[in-house]
């Protein structure tokens, strides 16, 4: 049995459905989801690119590697560890900004 039984029809311009149109495409989902999301009241952002979670997996394994080198130069004392760890903040909060610009809270 169907989850949402009760049907609504909305009658559009040509300009309005174009214009509905190009903002699904844009979000990535279908007109019906869309509408709800929208009717619901939530922001819908634009579709993240295809290529974000090699993105995001990169910048991650940066962050790895330079936690992995911070924690050598503090057991033996040879590196600029102010240095890294500045540059494994910076890296973090990239990966935090990527994540929050592409992502949605769960509600």
Request: proline share 5%.
């Amino acid at each position: 049995m169907r989850k949402r039984n009760c049907r609504v029809e909305i009658y559009f311009t040509k300009t309005e459905l174009e214009a509905l149109t190009k903002k699904v495409r844009k979000a990535g989902l279908s007109r019906e989801g869309y509408c709800r999301r929208i009717l619901n009241g939530a922001v819908v952002k634009e579709a993240p690119p295809a290529e974000l979670p090699l993105l995001i997996r990169e910048v991650r394994r940066v962050g790895y590697n330079i936690d992995q080198l911070l924690k050598r130069a503090n057991s033996i004392g040879l590196l600029d560890v102010p240095q890294l760890r500045k540059a494994l903040e910076d890296n973090r909060a990239v990966e935090k900004l990527i994540v929050d610009t592409y992502t949605t809270p769960a509600d």
